[in-house]
């Protein structure tokens, strides 16, 4: 093999590339002419090596996943590819069954050589990949693969640098961490970064519609500069201010400025033009009587295009959709973990409340509504239930701040409370019996509190047990299990 052939008919061929993806191709079609090895190159898009030229493989890895050249090597596996990329090493290996790094793309590949594709600074910007199912002088091709590679690096720069993901791409990689986002909190901010990135502005901002008047959205992490002002300047505006760039929206739809000086903004944009925006993209997010805007904003003068807007009207709608389902888990959760009659919630939170019970500080309160079988018979389950629901709402206003009231059963409710000492949980029983009797009916109550490596479920059986203690003394009254 005459390597310094090799070496001038790729460097040839290569001057002739317009853009750096021909180059690749170029450098790829041209090696191949060479050697039966299967070739690709692979370049670094966001945070993935993405093959963007191969030939002789019967599978072609689109993307591989990389870790970023000088950082700490990640535990899992990367492939040859991503380790040669992250190092800015070559690698060669002569018996790819022995690497467990080595991913396959054909079953008679034998050996890989892997050699960085480096800027003229000496950073990678992606890799050049040799596989061989003969035996081949992996020294000399070395060489040859470093030379070419390097010469690849430059003609990438001279043409603009690696290609970078579109801005649909981008979107789409956006939209899918929305979609995971397990929280609001998470939710606004993949929204907000998707719409930095997509739009190429500096900041973003959130103003949402609610039930207690429009607001501001909660900053999803340590904002810039200019989005720090823009929130402080919004802040000072109010929720009136808020409620007319979400009007105004959502009755003319999407807007943008066409970063042009001279032209004053309209009154209710003024708050953004004190905070320094020069540059605006607002559009629409959800529905009129519940949405909100999705503020984009730069401080340069710019001309949005009206791609940008279409893109960020596309987002805003996927983070409505992805906050929307959010809140219908939520509302499930809650509809789960909660009574339908009395709204209380029922045994699967009281089990994991008991669970984190403090020996001698939690207190478990067990109630029973005297004589409720006889209601039901006498005049019917709907004015049992209308019993429950009025007697629940006279406990609950009985508790204090941060006491939980629980209903367990068909008239069996347990209040869990935190105390300094058994006499102040027989005080609040007896607050709730009080309460109950002003709804015309009476309780009785049984008070236990954990006592040192005791289980949850063995103090609220001693509550049960001071409950029938209560009631074998002739009802509504209180009861406090033995320490």
């Known amino acids: 093999m005459d390597h310094e052939r090799v070496a001038r008919d790729v460097t040839v061929r290569l001057s002739t590339a317009s853009t750096a993806l021909e180059a690749c191709q170029t450098a790829v079609s041209a090696l191949a002419r060479h050697t039966p090895a299967t070739i690709s190159v692979l370049l670094a898009v966001h945070d993935r090596l993405r093959c963007v030229a191969a030939t002789g493989a019967w599978q072609v890895f689109a993307t591989v996943p990389h870790h970023e050249p000088g950082a700490p090597h990640p535990e899992r596996r990367r492939s040859i590819v991503g380790r040669v990329y992250a190092s800015g090493e070559p690698a060669t290996v002569a018996d790819v069954t022995t690497d467990p790094d080595y991913l396959p793309v054909r079953p008679d590949v034998t050996t890989e050589l892997c050699v960085p594709v480096l ?18 002088e992996l ?9 070419l590679a390097g010469g690849l690096g430059a003609r990438i720069v001279a043409l603009g640098g690696p290609p970078a993901e579109s801005r649909s791409e981008k979107l789409l990689r956006h939209a899918a961490a929305m979609t995971a986002a397990p929280t609001d909190w998470d939710l606004m901010a993949a929204a907000l970064t998707a719409a930095r990135d997509v739009s190429g502005l500096a900041a973003a901002v959130l103003l949402l519609a609610g039930r207690r008047g429009p607001r501001l959205g909660d900053p999803t992490g340590t904002p810039g500069e200019l989005e720090a002002r823009l929130r402080a300047e919004l ?23 066409l970063g042009e000086a001279g032209h004053p903004p309209t009154e209710d944009y003024q708050p953004l033009a004190r905070a320094g925006a020069r540059t605006l993209v607002a559009v629409p997010v959800g529905p009129a009587d519940g949405g909100g805007v999705l503020l984009v904003a730069d401080e340069r003068l710019l001309r949005p ?21 959010l809140r219908t888990l939520d509302r499930l959760r809650e509809q789960a973990s909660s009574d339908p009659l009395t ?75 935190e105390v300094n000492r058994p006499e102040e949980a027989v005080r609040i029983a007896e607050r709730l019996a009080e309460a109950a009797r002003r709804t015309g009916r009476t309780i009785s109550v049984g008070v236990a509190l954990p006592r040192p490596g005791e289980s949850p479920q063995r103090t609220l059986h001693r509550a049960d047990q001071a409950l029938y203690a209560a009631k074998r003394h002739g009802r509504d009254a209180v009861h406090l299990s033995a320490a």
Not at 385 to 411: K, M, N, S
């Open 119 to 136: 800027d003229p600074s000496g950073r990678p910007i992606g890799v050049l990949d040799l596989q061989w199912s003969k035996p081949v």
């Open 139 to 147: 020294a000399r091709w070395r060489e040859t693969a470093e030379q």
């Open 235 to 257: 802040a000072e505006a109010g929720p009136a201010a808020f409620g007319r760039l979400i009007a105004r929206a959502h009755r003319h739809g999407a807007a943008y400025t």
């Open 305 to 325: 295009d009206p791609t940008t807007v279409n893109l960020m009207e596309l987002l805003a709608g996927q983070a409505w959709t992805c906050l929307d389902r």
């Open 343 to 417: 709204g209380l919630r029922h045994t699967g939170p009281f089990g994991q409340r008991i669970a984190t019970a403090t020996p001698g500080r939690t207190a478990l309160l067990a109630i029973d509504v005297d004589g409720f079988k006889t209601v039901n018979d006498t005049y019917g389950h709907q004015a049992g239930d209308r019993l429950l629901v009025g007697l629940a709402r006279a406990l609950e206003g009985a508790l204090r701040q941060g006491d939980e009231l629980y209903r367990t059963g068909g008239d069996e409710f347990v209040a869990v409370i």
